[in-house]
């Protein structure tokens, strides 16, 4: 891969093992040709996604080569088409001030949909803080939905975190904003509240902070476009994010 592109780490040389040892089926899918060593050679795919990364000290041009850790192959998803590794969001989420550990996963919402769920440590951690900050470095697809914290993560025998022992979210959306001002501002909470699976939508309420997603987002669209006679770019949900602002920035309904 390109320097500073995310891959795959595959570990070769004359110290690597033959294999797993009564369990063919694992090795022939770990232990793999090595197309740069000499014929019958094999490299161990790790499963570990790694990137090269290059620091040029400034002081006397000295330049220091590194391998970054980005998280396991296996806990790369695809979400509405954007294929995310976990690791990475982890990464940011951990590296925010008072987060000692992070762990993401995909979770599906009340519409079977996939959406992202951070599971923080510890348990006093401000969630609505914590999704600016993610927001500001992270591309929206990639932002969890969910934040979860916990006084500490459920880990396995070897230490490692286990995630199939991660609680479940609660379902604490609900709208909390002031209600609708005007009859097209009650339209646009309807049509927000539809999509979200939620009774009520304040005005002013997060479309996104309530679960919203690209492709919630896309239903607001279409139903604001069959009912009401207007255009909405779902670009414009992402930016306005409430009812109040997209009513200020809307033409007004046709129909």
């Known amino acids: 891969t390109p320097d500073g592109s995310y891959g795959e780490l595959y570990i070769a040389g004359s110290g690597l093992a033959r294999g797993y040892l ?7 899918d770990r232990f793999v040709a090595d197309p740069y060593g000499p014929p019958g050679t094999r490299m161990y795919r790790t499963g570990d996604i790694v990137r090269w990364t290059t620091d040029t000290d400034t002081t006397d041009t000295n330049t220091t080569t ?36 992070a762990v993401v996963t995909a979770r599906t919402d009340h519409g079977g949909e996939p959406r992202l769920v951070a ?43 286990d995630r199939k022992a991660l609680p ?23 049509a927000f509240a539809q999509a979200l699976g939620l009774e009520r939508v304040g005005a002013d309420d997060d479309f996104f902070a309530l679960g919203g997603h690209s492709l919630s987002a896309i239903r607001v669209a279409n139903r604001l476009r069959a009912d009401l006679g207007v255009d909405v770019p779902v670009r414009t949900l992402f930016d306005t994010r409430t009812a109040e602002s997209l009513a200020r920035t809307l033409p007004p309904p046709t129909a």
């Open 66 to 101: 590194a391998l970054e850790y980005a998280g396991r192959s296996d806990h790369q998803i695809k979400i509405r088409g954007h294929r995310i590794e976990l690791g990475e969001i982890e990464s940011v989420l951990g590296a925010q001030p008072g987060i000692e550990r």
């Open 168 to 190: 479940a979210p609660p379902d604490d959306r609900t709208g909390t904003g002031r209600p609708p001002a005007t009859p097209y501002e009650e339209l646009l909470c309807t």
């Open 22 to 28: 009564n369990r063919p089926a694992l090795t022939a």
């Open 119 to 161: 599971y923080v440590v510890p348990a006093g951690t401000d969630r609505d803080r914590l999704r600016e900050r993610a927001s500001a470095v992270l591309p929206k697809h990639m932002v969890p939905a969910v934040y979860v914290p916990l006084d500490t993560l459920p880990l396995t025998p070897n230490g490692k975190v």
